[in-house]
């Protein structure tokens, strides 16, 4: 039978020894007989606390615990402290647009462990939760909440609304992440995108961009949502995979041929190009066929119908498989024979469309031949730009025909019947060679969830194109996490990103300060113009763009200054700027104290092409540097089986239940803000992070077994006074001295951790502890020692004086992440001065490098061997029922001998180590002559091991040792339970003195 290794949070008993120092000299109690009216157990000195092993009620008590430890003022009080160092980490300011959810939680909890870690560092930190308070999430959630209509509204209107639903969304928040333990001034202390300053300062960055002529207006292709009825930029776009389109094959018959063509094609006059497109509405506005002049292509001839068509030749095999038909390849040229050839528009009478080369034709799919049509495509525009096309377009902001595509077009939606009707009409024509239900990736507005479309009009932009290179090198400069990733995919955005359009065509944002001349229709935008709207909006706020008319807002002498006569010449602009816009100058906003940068950005991976490229765009723009000296990304919250959380699905987590509870306990128990706290720290934040009631429950189960042994730790320092009892270093025996060793590297790694921002490693490294040198080792075998022991004895004193400094290490190292167990820790610790009123104010913990002391690795390395070999030999559960001999090679037994220095005892530290009743040490060569060894009768079994000894060079040799293992040779002692007494009716000697000093006081 094994023995099983037992831990400290599991033993119900007290496990003691007897102590070799008074076993040769029976004491007994002068004038008392030991069975004397006082119990054994009333001299034991067993861990006393008050901190209860478990919250009854983890939700009322968290917040119990956050009144009296003063959470809400300690943000304040560190802010008021004079500290040389300083830690700025700037908010991303979530949506105000519905309640707190998971990934709310991720986010904040991450940024209050950095923060309290910080500050518990020494830094003065610098954080300032923000909202992100305008655009149309918010402003389509206000609308939805009364039914209400876009275009039934006045603006003034649709603005309060929003307004109103925004600030309501801003309270619910505040109360979770208040609930949840994150450090902030919520009362003075956060920023708002609608706040009247930051508005202000917004459109004064706004304006100096437009100064360098990094914004500007244009009419060019954007992303257009019909939805929502306005333009999009990409980062608001999600795409869905399974987007299924009506997309054709159609013929444009050649008009004119090239004269390379002509002598290609010969008499033939019936040859067609052949073009393929899921978007069969955008033929009615096309301008162009584009090819490839570096690929050939081929003229073919369909077999079925006798017709020619003229496409790429390495896509002929796959075309004929799509068309289900046979193609003959007549002839094969380079695609520049095409250049100056034209062909017939299929839905347009009349109208021609020349055929011009181009580099976006791909030929992973299609003909090789795109259809063009540069109002409704991004390469599409930049060909029209190239050769002087026109960019038309015949759609609305409803996604509808206007009259201008004719009345079988007018008023049809583009997604539904308006496709059909194109279908239709190429068929009718006989321009329909094929038509198919293609599934593809396709864009949707990630708001409305309903697909867009690209749609030329006139917009706001900024000119990304001559700022994206420098922001490019400026990424080498920030220090990102996770590293090489991060960076990788903020490069990729940036990289790609030619233009920004900034302006969106609703009413709940910031106006662009633009007035229009009614005439000309050229915009009016000049410093005096905009430096009087800034002024209003500093004591109006932005409301004034609707309530003020426009002889305030564009006064006589601006006008006049200018070179015009009257504000009557001129119309405001209608549009608002894009909410990237808005959060992205928020480092300009919120951020003077610190120069306007920030030692940490912090948020999901959704913002690469969100916030982290936007503020970093704008910087660029205006100062030529970064707004971040490092940037942490983390991943999304995912349900525990992998799938995306879904309403429908049933799998979403609310984590104010998860905290609080719901009604039903059993469906939804109250874990505690801790609990969800431990559940961040131990999750890989920079990949999904999955949660779930089965994550949960061992995430709880894990705080409580920590608490176990802080509490074990707690009740153990019962008397104990840091200034009176701790004990010098020098003079702490052996294992003791190796625990502080495990406790300085201990120290030095999870610190290392928290400035890397490894969070799991801080909890790996916690349980590591916990578990296997404390729970299973230290806490167990001293035990005895801190229980039976002479109170003031220095054994004692030593090992309650580390036990203090874990207790010290484990608490900081544990508060981060965990504060309201940190807080509850100190209220209740009696080791403590009344004037440590938290844990947060008191500094991180202190490791003294003389605990440091690499030598006794070997020592406890070959001393484990041995009592790992000596637990699986016995056959009971308790060690205390056997004698053990060692004897050891020469190499092990110099090793063990600073542990045992008499052959035998009861009170070494290889005995305390061992757990056993009596310990003998041998060299391997006196075996014969043992007395245990030559009592057959006594030896219950013998055994031989081998140890691993490692040397200070990194070099590892190994030893040999046998065990001789015994039944107890004495009898037991009812105090301490040792099998150490003389007699079964007196306690052993050691613990006759100790009961002869504490009862005679």
Known sequence: MS??????????????????????????????????????SDSILLPKTTFPIRPKNPAAEEVEIQKVCGFS??????????????????????YANGDPHVGHALNKILKDMINRYK?????????????????????????????????????????????????????????A??????????????????????????????????????????????????????????????????????????????????????????????????????LPWTIPAN???????????????????????????????????????????????????????????PSIHGKVSPLLPAYHVSMAKGTGLVHTAPAHGMEDYTVALAFQLPVFTMVDEDGRYTDQAGPHLNGKNIFTDGNETVVEQLRSAGHLVHEQNYKHSYPYDW?????????????????????????????????????????NSLKAWVSTRNYWCISRQRVWGVPIPVFYHKESGKPFLTKESVDHVVSLVRREGTDCWWTLPMEELLPDDVIRKAGYRDV??????????????????????????????????????????????????????????????????????????????????????????????????????????????????????????????????????????????????LGNLSGFSPAEHTVPYHQLRPVDQYMLHVLYQYAQKVTDAYENFHFTKVQYLTLGLVTKELSSLYL?????????????????????????????????????????????????????????????????????????????????????????????QIESADPRLYDVAIFASSTAYDILKVLQSEETSCTSDLCEMMMSSFVSLHREDHQENSPLAVSEQTVSQVSQHECVISEADGSKRTATFTLHVSPASHQKCERCRKYVAASPTTPCDRCLAVMADSWAT
Not at 14 to 20: D, K, M, P, S
Not at 213 to 228: A, G, L, R
């Open 447 to 487: 708001r409305t969830k309903k697909p867009v479309f690209i749609r030329a009009s006139l917009q706001w932009f900024v000119n990304t194109n001559s700022i994206k290179d420098r922001a490019v090198d400026l990424i080498d400069g920030v220090r990102m996490y996770p590293e090489g990733t991060a960076a």
């Open 177 to 278: 992440f208040r609930r949840w333990g994150i450090m902030a001034d919520w009362d003075n202390g956060c920023y708002f995108t609608f706040d009247k300053q930051y508005e202000a300062k917004q459109l004064e960055l706004f304006y100096k961009m437009y100064e360098k002529d990094y914004i500007y207006q244009d009419f060019k292709p954007v992303f257009y949502s019909p939805s929502s009825r306005t333009a999009l930029a990409e980062a608001e776009l999600e795409y869905k995979e399974d987007h299924v389109s009506h997309a054709v094959y159609a013929k444009f018959p050649l008009a004119t041929l090239s004269p390379a063509l002509k002598a290609i094609v010969g008499g033939r006059c019936d040859v067609s190009v052949l073009t393929w497109t899921t």
């Open 119 to 175: 500050l518990l560092r020494g830094y003065r930190v610098d954080y300032r939760p923000g909202w992100d308070c305008h655009g149309l999430p918010i402003e389509l959630k206000a609308l939805s909440e009364g039914r209400d209509s876009f275009r039934r509204l006045q603006p003034l209107q649709i603005r309060n609304k929003a307004k109103q639903f925004a600030e309501k969304a801003i309270r619910n928040q505040v109360a």
């Open 780 to 872: 167990n075998i001293t035990k005895d020692r801190l229980y039976c022991d002479d109170q003031t004895s220095t054994g004692r004193r030593g090992c309650q004086t580390v036990q203090f400094h874990i207790l010290d290490v484990l608490t900081k190292t544990l508060a981060p992440v965990l504060p309201h167990l940190a807080e509850e820790i100190y209220l209740h610790h009696t080791c403590l001065g009344e004037e440590v009123a938290s844990v947060f104010k008191s500094g991180w913990f202190e490791s003294d490098p003389a605990w440091y002391r690499p030598n006794l690795e070997p020592l406890w390395g070959v001393a484990d061997d041995v009592r790992d070999a000596f637990n699986r």
């Open 568 to 713: 009557s010449e001129f119309d405001k602009g209608a549009d608002i700027l894009d909410i990237w816009f808005d959060s992205g100058v928020s480092w300009a906003a919120t951020l003077e104290d610190s120069g306007g940068v920030a030692d940490m950005y912090l948020e999901g991976k959704d913002q690469h092409g969100g916030w982290f490229q936007s503020s970093l765009l704008t910087s660029v723009a205006v100062r030529d540097s970064a707004p971040y000296r490092c940037v942490f990304v983390h991943g999304f919250a995912m349900a525990e089986d992998g799938t995306k959380m879904s309403k429908s699905l049933g799998n979403v987590v609310d984590p104010n239940l998860v905290v609080s509870g719901g009604k039903n306990r059993d469906k939804h128990p109250a874990y505690g803000a801790d609990v969800l706290r431990w559940w961040v720290a131990g999750s890989d934040v920079h990949s999904h992070v999955y949660i779930g009631n089965n994550i949960l429950n061992t995430a709880r189960d894990t705080v409580l077994k920590v608490r176990r042994i802080l509490r074990f730790l």
């Open 287 to 345: 301008e162009a066929m584009c090819y490839t002049p570096s690929h050939e292509y081929s003229l073919c001839q369909f077999k079925t119908t006798g017709q020619l068509y003229i496409l790429a030749a390495e896509r002929v095999e796959g075309t004929a498989q799509v068309l289900g038909t046979s193609l003959d390849v007549l002839n094969t040229f380079p695609g520049s024979t095409l250049e100056g050839s034209t062909c017939q528009h």
């Open 3 to 40: 023995w099983r290794k037992v831990s400290v949070c599991s033993i119900p008993v007290v496990r003691t020894r007897t102590c070799q120092r008074w076993q040769t000299h029976p004491l007994s109690l002068p004038g008392k007989r030991h069975a004397s009216s006082k119990k054994y």
């Open 73 to 94: 003022e300690l943000y304040s009080w560190q802010r008021q402290q004079d500290r040389q160092k300083h830690f700025v980490l700037h908010d991303g300011p979530p």
